[in-house]
C-alpha cells in the first residue's frame, strides 16, 4: 500500500502563486509516475500535471501549459507543482496521485490517491 500526504493549498489573489507538495510512503519504492489532479465543484475531476519520476516526460493539461511546473523526485518519493500566474478558474481540491505503471498521462493507471489540498483563487 503507499500512502500520499499533500500540502501546501491555501487562498490566493489572481496572480498570485502557490507550490503544492506531496510525499508518499509505504511501498512507494514501486512507483512509476505522480500525478496532481483537480476537481472544481460540479465538476469532473482532471488530470492537471503528470511526471515520470525517473525523469524524461511531463504532462501538462492545455489551460495550465506555461503558468505550472511539475517536478519528481524519485529518491524521496515526492512530486510537487508549482503553480504561477493563478487565475480563478484554477480554483479547485487538488490531489495528489501515483502510479506503479503505464504512461504518464493515462489517468487509468492511478491507483493510489492523497486526501486532496484547497486551492481556491480570487478575482
Known amino acids: 500500500q503507499v500512502h500520499l500526504v499533500e500540502s501546501g493549498g491555501g487562498l490566493v489573489q489572481a496572480g498570485g502563486s502557490l507550490r503544492l507538495s506531496c510525499v508518499a510512503s509505504?511501498?512507494?519504492?514501486?512507483?512509476?509516475?505522480m500525478a496532481w489532479f483537480r476537481q472544481a465543484p460540479g465538476k469532473e475531476r482532471e488530470l492537471v500535471s503528470a511526471?515520470?519520476?525517473?525523469?524524461?516526460?511531463?504532462y501538462y493539461q492545455n489551460s495550465v501549459k506555461g503558468r505550472f511546473t511539475i517536478s519528481g523526485d524519485n529518491a524521496k518519493n515526492t512530486v510537487a507543482l508549482q503553480m504561477n500566474s493563478l487565475k480563478p478558474e484554477d480554483t479547485a481540491v487538488y490531489y495528489c496521485?501515483?502510479?506503479?505503471?503505464?504512461?504518464?498521462?493515462?489517468?487509468?493507471?492511478?491507483?493510489?490517491w492523497g486526501q486532496g489540498t484547497q486551492v481556491t483563487v480570487s478575482s
Open positions: 496521485a501515483a502510479a506503479t505503471s503505464g504512461t504518464a498521462w493515462n489517468t487509468e493507471a492511478y491507483r493510489y
Open positions: 509505504g511501498r512507494a519504492f514501486s512507483l512509476y509516475n
Open positions: 511526471v515520470k519520476l525517473s525523469g524524461g516526460y511531463t
